[in-house]
T-cell receptor
Framework: DGGITQSPKYLFRKEGQNVTLSCEQNLNHDAMYWYRQDPGQGLRLIYYSQIVNDFQKGDIAEGYSVSREKKESFPLTVTSAQKNPTAFYLC??????????????FGPGTRLTVT | AQKITQTQPGMFVQEKEAVTLDCTYDTSDPSYGLFWYKQPSSGEMIFLIYQGSYDQQNATEGRYSLNFQKARKSANLVISASQLGDSAMYFCAMSPGRKDSNYQLIWGAGTKLIIKP
């Protein structure tokens, strides 16, 4: 079955440590995205990538970094510069639309807690 | 400014009743897409239904239908015969047609739907 996997589901880190969240998709989608969700809130875009070796900042990219070395993989690193990293992180992918974006398909998410 | 507004932070509905979740949008682009997602307590976002701005008919997917009123800029989600498993957060999203926004969705704040037995 095609889909998006994120690991781990729960992640705990000490303040000051960098942490990398994994996202893999086998849907053959060109575009991938990282979102952050805080309790009771909507989604905020961190980074997105339309093609391998290229990515763009979203609305809240500060304190985060990404790479896109393979079409299937789009890992997110939460650096120590991120002031409030505790949140739920969702990865998504989609095909690339000609006119506007197509629907995005999401992974199960990673809940990151930093203490 | 491009924006999605969901005015209902929470709703309680009796099982088997139909429910309408409101969504209004603001864009000046002539071409755009509208999406609804469901987020159960597990956290995963599940794509439900899509409506293109030039689609003549309202989109339907099983028990889900999208009441698209272009002149009023509304894209309400209708769930027929609600079930207990429909209890979740529901998000409306829009994809503007401008090339520089081509890969981003604009999200609403969500509506928490609780189905009562």
């Amino acid at each position: 079955d095609g889909g998006i996997t994120q690991s781990p589901k729960y992640l705990f880190r000490k303040e000051g440590q960098n942490v990398t969240l994994s996202c893999e998709q086998n849907l053959n989608h060109d575009a991938m995205y990282w979102y952050r969700q805080d309790p009771g809130q909507g989604l905020r875009l961190i980074y997105y990538s339309q093609i391998v070796n290229d990515f763009q900042k979203g609305d809240i990219a500060e304190g985060y970094s990404v790479s896109r070395e393979k079409k299937e993989s789009f890992p997110l690193t939460v650096t120590s510069a991120q002031k409030n990293p505790t949140a739920f992180y969702l990865c998504a992918s989609s095909i690339v639309g000609q006119t506007f974006a197509y629907e995005q398909y999401f992974g199960p998410g990673t809940r990151l807690t930093v203490t | 400014a491009q924006k999605i507004t969901q005015t209902q932070p929470g709703m309680f509905v009796q099982e088997k009743e139909a429910v309408t979740l409101d969504c209004t949008y603001d864009t000046s682009d002539p071409s755009y897409g509208l999406f609804w997602y469901k987020q159960p307590s597990s956290g995963e976002m599940i794509f439900l239904i899509y409506q293109g701005s030039y689609d003549q008919q309202n989109a339907t997917e099983g028990r889900y239908s999208l009441n698209f009123q272009k002149a009023r800029k509304s894209a309400n989600l209708v769930i027929s015969a609600s079930q207990l498993g429909d209890s979740a957060m529901y998000f409306c999203a829009m994809s503007p047609g401008r090339k520089d926004s081509n890969y981003q969705l604009i999200w609403g704040a969500g509506t928490k739907l609780i189905i009562k037995p």
